[in-house]
C-alpha cells in the first residue's frame, strides 16, 4: 500500500484536528494507528496507541500545554488503547471508552448518543460494533467529521474479530452511519475518507457479495472454513489467510443465524467445523 503518511508528524487535517500517525505500520495496521488530536483550545485524543516512548514523546509536543479533556481508543485491541493510562496520567486527564475490555478499564464509560464538549468542539459517542464489541465512534459535530476506528476505513476492509465480533453487527452499524450527514471520515489507520458515503455503502456491497460467495462456494461442495477461502480469496497476502478465515468465519455464523447454512460437525477448532446448506 502506498501513502503520504509519515509516522510521529504532526499532520493538520481540518481547522480542529490534527493527526499523528505512530510508527507501527504492518498488514493489519497498514500505515500505523492514526491518533487524533480534536480541538484548539481544549483538546480530546482518539486512539492513543502502543505503548511506546517514540509515541508518547510526540503526542505530549503535539499536545504542548494544551489542556486535554479526554483520551478515548476506539476500541481496546493492542494498537489502540495501551498507551492510554500513561497519557491520561502525564497529562492529568481521564480515559474513555464503552466498557472494561481486553485488558483495557476506562477512568469513565461512554453510552451512544452521549455528547463530549471541549472549548471549541462536541463530539457525538456512536456505538458501532460488529468489528469488536466495544467499538466507539465519534462524531465532531462543528465539522461533520466522524472518527470510525476501525470500523471504517479506506485501504482495507474491517475484519470481523470473532467470537466478540459479528457481521450482524457489523452492518447493522454501517447501515446506521449511511443515514447520516458525514462530511469525511477519520479512520484509525490510512488517510482520510472525503466520499463517506460512497465508502460506507461500498463496505455493505463488500460484506454482501462476500455471503453469496459463502453460499456458492457451499453450493460446490467446499465444507471447511479454510477450503472456502482459498476458493474466494484467490490472491491474498499470506500474512492475512488467518484474518480472510476469521471472516469466513463470521459470514458462516451470520448465515447460521439466519438459518441458511447448518453446522454438521462441529470442532473444537473452528478451521476444521463442517459446514452444510440445510
Ligand atoms: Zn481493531
Redesign the pocket.
Known amino acids: 500500500m502506498s501513502s503520504t503518511i509519515a509516522p510521529r508528524q504532526v499532520t493538520k487535517l481540518s481547522p480542529l484536528v490534527r493527526r499523528v500517525t505512530q510508527d507501527n505500520p504492518g498488514p493489519m495496521t497498514g500505515s500505523g494507528t492514526n491518533t487524533y488530536l480534536v480541538g484548539k483550545e481544549s483538546l480530546f485524543v482518539i486512539d492513543p496507541g502502543e505503548n511506546t516512548d517514540e509515541h508518547m514523546d510526540a503526542l505530549m509536543r503535539a499536545v504542548d500545554r494544551t489542556p486535554v479533556a479526554g483520551i478515548a481508543p476506539s476500541?481496546a485491541?493492542p494498537d489502540?488503547w495501551p498507551l492510554a493510562p500513561r497519557l491520561a496520567e502525564a497529562l492529568r486527564t481521564i480515559t474513555f471508552g464503552f466498557k472494561a475490555h481486553n485488558g483495557y478499564s476506562p477512568m469513565s464509560t461512554l453510552s451512544d448518543g452521549e455528547v463530549v464538549r471541549g472549548v471549541d468542539w462536541s463530539l457525538k459517542v456512536l456505538h458501532t460494533p460488529g468489528?469488536?464489541s466495544d467499538h466507539l465512534s465519534y462524531l465532531l459535530t462543528e465539522e461533520k467529521a466522524l472518527f470510525s476506528g476501525?470500523h471504517v476505513m479506506g485501504w482495507s476492509t474491517s475484519v470481523i474479530a470473532r467470537p466478540d465480533g459479528s457481521l450482524n453487527s457489523y452492518l447493522a452499524s454501517l447501515e446506521r452511519l449511511v443515514t447520516m450527514d458525514i462530511a469525511v471520515i477519520y479512520p484509525a489507520h490510512g488517510e482520510p475518507v472525503y466520499q463517506a458515503r460512497a465508502r460506507i455503502e461500498e463496505l455493505i456491497a463488500h460484506r454482501n457479495l462476500r455471503t453469496r460467495q459463502v453460499l456458492e462456494a457451499l453450493h460446490a461442495g467446499l465444507d471447511t472454513a479454510p477450503a472456502i477461502v482459498r476458493r474466494i480469496y484467490t490472491e491474498i497476502d499470506p500474512r492475512l489467510y488467518p484474518a480472510a478465515v476469521q471472516s469466513v468465519l463470521a459470514h458462516l455464523d451470520a448465515l447460521i443465524q439466519s438459518g441458511q447454512v447448518i453446522i454438521k460437525h462441529q470442532s473444537a477448532s473452528p478451521f476444521l467445523s463442517i459446514y452444510a446448506l440445510p
Do not use: L, N
Request: negative net charge.
Open positions: 476500541h485491541h489502540h468489528h469488536v476501525d
